[in-house]
């Protein structure tokens, strides 16, 4: 199994930016895909963006498209979350997953008990 560890949340302002981190640890060859994901208090939780850390191959939600930019870092095991042009609706606790069957975000969010690995969380707050 995989462990995660994210990191880089925080407060910001409107249009502001951050990024987040997550270091993976473990048998991290076999869950090759890669995945964000957020949370309300009182809401399901949301698929963000994912990568295929084999090919590289990225999905996004549509409300991120344009503003957040998902990467991964082979030799630090690690996967970034860009977050630009930040938005009070932006405000979640968001969450580091990885799983070695389903690489595209939507499918990801439709099976999200059935993930291989989730991480902590980071809470990110955007204020406006």
């Known amino acids: 199994q995989v462990q995660l560890v994210e990191s880089g949340g925080g407060s910001v302002e409107a249009g502001g930016s951050l990024r987040l981190s997550c270091v993976a640890s473990?048998?991290?060859?076999?869950?090759?895909?890669m995945a964000w994901f957020r949370e309300v208090p009182g809401k399901r939780r949301e698929g963000v963006a994912s990568?295929?850390?084999?090919?590289?191959?990225?999905t996004y939600t549509d409300s991120v498209k344009g503003r957040f930019t998902i990467s991964y870092d082979n030799l630090k095991n690690t996967v970034y979350l860009q977050m630009n042009s930040l938005e009070p609706n932006d405000t979640a606790m968001y969450y580091c997953?990885?799983?070695?069957?389903?690489?595209?975000?939507?499918?990801?969010?439709?099976?999200?008990?059935?993930?291989?690995?989730w991480g902590q969380g980071t809470q990110v707050t955007v204020s406006s």
């Open positions: 997953a990885a799983d070695s069957t389903a690489c595209q975000i939507t499918t990801m969010a439709a099976v999200l008990d059935s993930l291989e690995s």
């Open positions: 473990g048998d991290t060859s076999l869950s090759y895909c």
């Open positions: 990568i295929d850390t084999e090919d590289g191959h990225t």
